[in-house]
């Protein structure tokens, strides 16, 4: 099936939205606010049909196919601008409806902005049961659910992290900063910077690479070449660093 022509949906592909978190408590609930009867009042197929009704009425059929198969997995190719986050958040909402609790639906988008906007939308649709979905990009995921239930990991220890004085910034947030950081920097670097055109991105694409082959800031300085191509580069890129400690 597709939106358009741009679309197609397979019942054999892994869901790249939606899973269940199996170990969150069941702490879902719901209001009449909406106008759609809260999951727990709703007791016959034929109610539930009612509902989705009013509810994903608005959709087109494939767009409609999508969100409300929610027996197995689902996955959605789309090209821009055809419906996508529109039909993963009456998805969302029309499990809700179908009786799904809230607290073991999880949502997993890039940004953290665009996270909480579709929990937005769905608690218009379908009222405040929509605050207990879970949602964030992997990063804040994996955080939340993985890193934060265990502060006290030997490797965490190891590497000399405390997870309570961590927080995840999405990209807005992260070049925000990292241009407070560049602006720190002392008046030879930021001459270097404008000689050569250098920016934030280029800057962050650096520490990530570094980080990615497991080093820290003391590894990256010590890795720099004098004489090399990237010298000033790498040392402008340990100075930012140095200031984002």
């Not at 592909?13 to 702490?27: A, H, I, P, S, Y």
């Not at 009449?32 to 999951?39: A, F, I, K, T």
């Not at 989705?52 to 009425?57: A, F, I, R, S, T």
């Amino acid at each position: 099936m597709s939106f358009g022509d741009e679309v197609m949906i397979s019942d054999d592909e892994k869901d790249m939205f939606l899973f269940v978190d199996e170990e969150v408590e069941q702490k879902g609930r719901s209001n009449d606010e909406s106008g759609l009867p809260p999951p727990s009042k709703i007791k016959s197929n034929e109610e539930i049909a009612e509902t989705l009704g009013l509810l994903n009425g608005e959709l087109n059929p494939s767009q409609r196919d999508a969100a409300e198969t929610t027996d197995g997995p689902v996955i959605i190719i789309a090209g821009a601008g055809t419906g996508k986050t529109k039909t993963l958040t009456h998805r969302v909402a029309t499990m809700l409806v179908k009786g799904i609790h809230a607290a073991n639906i999880m949502v997993v988008t890039f940004t953290n902005k665009a996270a909480q906007e579709i929990k937005n939308r769905i608690e218009e649709m379908v009222g405040e049961n929509a605050q207990y979905v879970s949602a964030g990009t992997f990063h804040s995921v994996v955080f939340r659910k993985m890193l934060k239930r265990f502060p006290e990991s030997r490797y965490l220890q190891s590497i000399g992290i405390d997870i309570n004085e961590c927080a995840i910034l999405d990209p807005d947030e992260s070049e925000k900063l990292m241009k407070e950081s560049a602006s720190e920097l002392s008046e030879e670097d930021n001459e270097q910077i404008a000689d050569n055109n250098w920016d934030v991105k280029l800057f962050d694409k650096v520490m990530s690479t570094a980080r990615a082959q497991g080093h820290d800031i003391n590894d990256f300085m010590a890795s720099i070449a004098r004489g090399s191509e990237n010298e000033e580069l790498h040392r402008v890129v340990a100075n930012l660093w140095t200031n984002l400690q």
